[in-house]
């Protein structure tokens, strides 16, 4: 079979690489960056759904900045910690989903921007009745690069939207709601 008529395109296309040239250093650098800076952002997300506050220790610096912009409210890992931590008894079930990100890199310094979705379940003091809370926003994160990978120095959350919403839930999802808040996933 002949080959199809060319267009002078492929001319201009190079297909001599060596398998060395496709992945440079530099190009694997920056690919275990990423890789490091999304294990930082989505360790947020562990740590809120799972309680499992000593994972903030992990992803923020020790002196870092976090901004809730719609409430103008000023944190610190620690101060974070203890404004989380007031709902555990009355949060059943959270969700916080990360979906797209940008970054960029620039040494051991990065910018990254990220849509969130979270959810969470809280009892009320009408034992038929529990809270949902829906939201979004963006994250706006200041990361750096040390010894122990890459961390948040500074976090600002935009919301976008937010719903609350006062819901039954049948006693048996409620019961895998529960099992699902107490189990340690890496167990």
Known sequence: MPAPPSNGADSCVRTDYEETELMTE???QYLLDRV???DAIN???QALDQREWALLDELFTPDARIVLLDRNVLYDPQSLVAALSKNDATRLGGQHLVGKSHTRID????????????TTLQTTTDPEKFLLIRGTGIY???LVKGENGWRIADRELALKSITRDHIA?????LE???YTLGTNWFE
Request: charged share 35%; hydrophobic share 40%; aromatic share 10%.
């Open 26 to 28: 530099t190009s694997l």
């Open 36 to 38: 490091g800076i999304d």
């Open 43 to 45: 360790a947020y997300s």
């Open 107 to 118: 040494g051991v310094r990065a910018d990254a921007v990220t849509e969130v979705f979270w």
């Open 140 to 142: 706006r994160d200041k």
């Open 169 to 173: 839930v049948d006693d048996a999802d």
């Open 176 to 178: 895998s709601i529960r």
